[in-house]
């Protein structure tokens, strides 16, 4: 019995919402490797779709570098309280409503 064979025979005995699971990891397994869904290798995609999630990253890790540099120059004390200051401006625009 092939490696396939054995797989094929354990999949069939998986109730249906484990099949799900099991094509979702499989999906996923064959994307790490490169390989589409249709099983053509797609070096060429992966190798482009990696770049192109390598530049996102860098976009993304430097838009946050960015943000903790404007925290850092924040008027507002480190320990400053957000929540008490929305409620002290909440009471003193409506009042007490509860």
């Known amino acids: 019995m092939t490696l396939q064979q054995e797989a094929y025979e354990k999949i069939m005995k998986l109730p249906e919402d484990s099949i ?8 996923e397994i064959a994307r790490q490797k490169g390989i589409s869904s249709d099983g053509v290798s797609g070096k060429n995609t992966s190798s482009y779709t990696r770049s192109a999630l390598d530049e996102d990253l860098k976009r993304k890790q430097k838009a946050f570098q960015e943000m ?3 925290r850092e ?8 309280n957000y929540e008490k200051a929305r409620e002290e401006a909440m009471y003193e625009k409506y009042g007490p409503f509860a």
């Open 20 to 27: 799900r699971l099991f094509i979702v990891m499989a999906d």
């Open 68 to 70: 903790e540099e404007m």
């Open 73 to 80: 120059k924040s008027p507002f004390p480190k320990n400053f």
